[in-house]
């Protein structure tokens, strides 16, 4: 990513196809995620159900420049070093419910 350069958030409910279930998409699970949105963009997904490094490769499919995986409440304060495909950072559980509360609250 070029320094300097901002980029929007995108919750990945919000970057679904257009029949695909809020679940799997917030989940970043295979086939949930819209290019046409989530392209450009850091996508916030959900940890849980799918392996940490195939929601990387659901982002990188999806054309996102990055991504901020949030636990789940299970996963608490558990952070994993993980290889993404993609610049990718790990939350705690407190910390993802703050991303998605600043989310909620901005356009």
């Known amino acids: 990513m070029p320094e300097k350069k901002l980029y929007p958030l995108i919750n990945a409910a919000d970057a679904k196809l257009a ?3 809020v679940e799997n998409a917030t989940l970043c699970l295979r086939g949930t995620i ?3 949105k ?3 963009k850091i996508l916030v997904c959900l940890r849980g159900i799918n392996a940490r490094m195939e929601k990387s490769l659901v982002a ?3 054309g996102a420049v990055g991504m ?3 636990n789940d409440e ?3 304060n558990d952070l994993v070093a993980d290889p993404h495909l993609l610049p990718a950072s ?3 559980y407190k910390d993802g419910l703050a991303i998605y509360a ?3 609250s901005t356009e």
């Open 90 to 92: 790990q939350l705690t």
């Open 102 to 104: 600043y989310m909620n």
């Open 34 to 36: 819209d290019p046409k």
């Open 60 to 62: 990188l499919d999806a």
């Open 38 to 40: 989530a392209g450009g």
């Open 68 to 70: 901020i995986l949030c």
């Open 19 to 21: 029949n695909e279930p």
């Open 74 to 76: 299970p996963s608490g």
